[in-house]
């Protein structure tokens, strides 16, 4: 009986210690199963504006400061980028902020275009995190073309990896808002926001260009003379029917590149076919009248891209312009509605 009875207390204390060591995992493990050593629980991008807190923000996004930034890593490439972040946007992922990129031209520089966005991040309307990425160079036999937005594969594309990783990086730091993240740029920083429309259009809310063009548009990549056979895109693999703004010039909408005219003002009277055959409203805008490439007289504010981007977020079946487009800054443009 003294054994029996000096077992079953054994037994009970063995109990007692298994259930004391069960409720301590509990309390480490936390809320989502992940467990205290589950390092890559949270590694994927989140766009709905529930991110998590700053336990997951790499070092590279740590070290993201307001202003200019230098060898921001993707891959083996290191970026240079202005960054805005609005007033009132906690370092703690708890925010819902929109996102709107902005892409340069050809041989220029992030800081020569980031005005299209500097005085307007802090708007009343839809207060933006902002981001003007300057270009590493893009080597072709023509000579340097800013941006890999030629022969695109995108599993292996910096700008792509770039807006890819920013998102992560604006999510963990501040939280983003995934209805809402944007796309804008002039010339060939145009063709940039194109590409991205094309090739993660399934993030992209709606997209606002200056004088830029889709190579995935047959009509287009025809114009470009020796330099087409340096041209394949993707075709659109998503479903998302984003809505364009589109604004171009007249017949002096072009610019010369070695080998090649690039006439702009074809490529806007290509697309708008283009983008409303494949479930795309566009609001197209021509100045007629330019002078040059980069005349810009009459056309939509960057302001007014900031509230076509507010009215147009992601999801978006049928454009609300679609009924009248607004009474300022459109004496320009007209309503494509999808085919």
């Known amino acids: 009986m003294k054994i029996e009875l000096r077992n079953a207390m054994l037994c009970i204390l063995a109990c007692l210690v298994f259930v004391i060591a069960g ?3 509990d309390d ?5 199963d992940g467990g205290a050593g589950d390092s890559d629980t949270d590694s994927d991008t989140d766009t709905d504006g529930d991110s998590d807190s700053d336990g997951d923000v790499s070092p590279e996004c740590a070290a993201l400061v307001d202003g200019m930034n230098t060898g921001f890593p993707v891959g083996d490439e290191a970026y240079d980028l202005i960054l805005h972040i609005p007033d009132g946007a906690a370092d703690d992922g708890s925010g819902d902020w929109a996102v709107v990129f902005n892409w340069h031209s050809l041989g220029t520089s992030a800081e020569a275009f ?20 300057d270009s590493n160079g893009h080597d072709m036999v023509i000579g340097d073309m800013t941006w890999d937005v030629f022969n695109v594969d995108p599993e292996n594309n910096g700008e792509i990896a770039l807006f890819d990783k920013l998102l992560e990086c604006f999510d963990a730091r501040f939280g983003i808002d995934g209805d809402h993240i944007h796309s804008m740029g002039f010339s060939l920083g145009g063709i940039v926001t194109d590409m991205l429309a094309t090739t993660r259009g399934n993030v992209i809310a709606s997209v606002a260009t200056y004088s830029g063009g889709y190579f995935s548009n047959a009509s287009n990549v025809s114009t470009l003379g020796m330099l087409a056979g340096q041209v394949n895109w993707p075709a659109p693999t998503h479903s998302n029917g984003y809505t364009q703004l589109m604004c171009n010039g007249g017949v002096n909408d072009n610019y010369n590149v070695s080998v090649v005219t690039i006439h702009f003002d074809q490529f806007g009277t290509n697309d708008v076919p283009y983008l409303t055959g494949i479930g795309h409203d566009v609001i197209h805008c021509v100045n007629s009248s330019a002078s040059q490439h980069g005349d810009l007289a009459g056309l939509p504010s960057t302001m007014d891209f900031v509230r076509f981007f507010l009215a147009h977020p992601m999801g978006t079946e049928d454009s609300p312009y679609a009924s009248g487009l607004p009474s300022s800054g459109y004496d320009l443009c007209t309503f494509h509605p999808k085919s």
């Open 23 to 25: 409720c301590g995992d």
């Open 28 to 32: 480490d493990s936390g809320p989502d």
């Open 114 to 133: 980031d005005d299209m966005i500097s005085g307007n991040y802090n708007n009343s309307e839809m207060p933006f995190i902002g981001v003007s990425p």
